[in-house]
């Protein structure tokens, strides 16, 4: 809940610290107040437009990960944190969407905050939380590049195909504390792209990594998955960037299909600042 980790934020206009007074986070300079959204989330993206995923996309998204496609990506993610923090450690999720990965780590006992521009994605995650009593894990709709967040004052932060603000990143964490970075691997979703695409090429290595900050170590996670419905194929499609730029033509290719079988391949970056 939004209440256990009041002692990382910051409030977005002034920058003072925050309490929550009934459904609304106060702050400490007493003029700014943030009503707590009906599912528990709080919106404190003053100046941004509203973006992020629809509420289609975290639909689509939330059933397609439920359903345990991802869970030995999660399961990866999760020994890594534990591997090199504590439980009780606190973690920002940076750029959650629908807090698949968010709640796990708040299950496994850590304080987490999940942040993104989208308000429907922070309000599933939410819901989620609660409906699982997960007192440590909250949310807040905010961009990754200004997180509302106290300097210095997080022990790691998670980034599961999200942007890399590194400099932000590096603004919060602890000196000593961790980033665990996980994208795509060169084999990834290789399956996907041979049912649309002539050729195929690997998975360029993403341009965003982190340059001032100490690489530990890379771990590659690899598995096969098979979806099944055109529903769930075309919800993993949605989670790619070749949604917005393959032809139609191609895209129909995928649209014939009943069932996908794909690699998945990801690379799990663990920094230190």
Known sequence: MLSALTNILT???????????????????????FDLAREGYVNLAVGH????DSKQAIAARTSFLQKGYYAPAASALEKAVRDYLPAGATLIDAGCGQ???????????????????????CARAAKDASMQSLDKAAYAVASVYTM????????????????????????????????FLLGAGPQ???????????????????ADLPTDMTLLETRRVQFEITVEGQSDIEALFSMTPYYWRTSEADKQKLAQLDTLTTEVDMLLYIYRK
Request: aromatic share 8%; with cysteine.
């Open 99 to 121: 807090g698949y990965y968010t709640n796990r780590l708040a299950a496994q006992g850590y304080g987490t905050l999940g942040v993104d521009l989208s308000k429907f994605g």
């Open 188 to 206: 990834h979703l290789m399956g996907l792209k041979r049912a649309m695409y002539e050729t195929l090429y690997e998975n360029a290595e993403r």
């Open 148 to 179: 509302p967040v106290k300097d210095t004052s997080v022990d790691g932060v998670v980034n599961v195909f999200a942007p890399c603000a590194e400099q932000e990143y590096g603004r919060v964490l602890k000196d000593g504390g961790y980033l």
């Open 11 to 33: 409030c977005p206009v002034c920058k003072n610290g925050v309490t929550v007074e009934g459904g609304t986070l106060c702050c400490l300079g007493g003029k700014h107040r």
């Open 49 to 52: 437009a509203p973006g992020g």
